[in-house]
């Protein structure tokens, strides 16, 4: 393995070669599934300090992985605070997609509000999320179908917004365009690199879940 010769190697190795190297090791470790040992990794690479909003998130990542909602969490709010401006409402919207998961509706909520305030290109995205976790909170949204139709016609709308879209138009009885939606997620996804799908487990389950409700009614 390539990362694991440049690190063993006696010559001095610059902060951000270092870390560059370590974060390879963590993404081979996490497409093979041995994330607890991703997370050492990614936190080894975080104390060199380069970049630490992103190997905060892939930290979290393994730990979400893992099973460790806790460490995930602790992960993504350090990127939140440490991410320079423009990467921030990704970073809020990640802590808020985690928590929705989880059904921590009142955490999400104000992580994504965080994420849709201060987003620019992705904002359709960050709104729609938004709105699905008030409804599964059970709070009023308004302006719903607006909402819908800005993320559909949106770059975002496409890959992960495919699962957002789904959830809404099965919260408001469309189910033809809910299975339209999340079908096309799921294909999408498990037809992608495999970091990815396994990064989007909960997201893969929830969206199977959901059309198998569908197809039981």
């Given at each position: 393995m390539h990362a694991?010769?440049?690190?063993?190697?006696?010559?001095?190795?610059?902060?951000?070669?270092?870390?560059?190297?370590?974060?390879?090791l963590y993404l081979s470790l996490f497409e093979a599934r041995r994330f607890s040992e991703a997370v050492d990794i990614a936190t080894q690479a975080l104390a060199l300090n380069v970049l630490p909003d992103v190997l905060s998130q892939d930290a979290a990542r393994a730990a979400l992985a893992d099973g460790d909602l806790q460490t995930a969490v602790i992960h993504l709010r350090v990127a939140t605070r440490?991410?320079?401006?423009?990467?921030?409402?990704?970073?809020?919207?990640?802590?808020?997609?985690a928590l929705?998961?989880?059904?921590?509706?009142g955490e999400a909520i104000a992580a994504l509000e965080r994420a849709a305030r201060w987003g620019t290109r992705d904002k359709p995205?960050?709104?729609?999320?938004?709105?699905?976790?008030?409804?599964?909170?059970?709070?009023?949204?308004?302006?719903?179908?607006?909402?819908?139709?800005?993320?559909?016609?949106?770059p975002c709308g496409q890959?992960?917004?495919?699962?957002?879209?789904?959830?809404?138009?099965?919260?408001?009885?469309?189910?033809n365009a809910a299975r339209r939606y999340l079908e096309a997620f799921v294909r999408r996804t498990t037809q992608s690199r495999p970091a990815l799908a396994i990064a989007l487990e909960g997201e893969l389950t929830m969206a199977k879940s959901t059309l198998a409700k569908m197809a039981s009614n």
């Open positions: 694991r010769k440049g690190l063993a190697t006696q010559a001095p190795l610059d902060p951000t070669t270092h870390t560059m190297l370590l974060r390879q440490r991410g320079p401006a423009s990467r921030r409402p990704f970073h809020f919207w990640t802590l808020g997609s929705f998961l989880a059904r921590r509706y995205l960050y709104r729609a999320h938004l709105a699905l976790a008030k409804i599964a909170g059970g709070e009023p949204v308004s302006h719903l179908q607006e909402t819908i139709n800005a993320l559909a016609e949106a890959g992960y917004g495919r699962f957002v879209l789904g959830h809404l138009a099965y919260a408001a009885g469309e189910w």
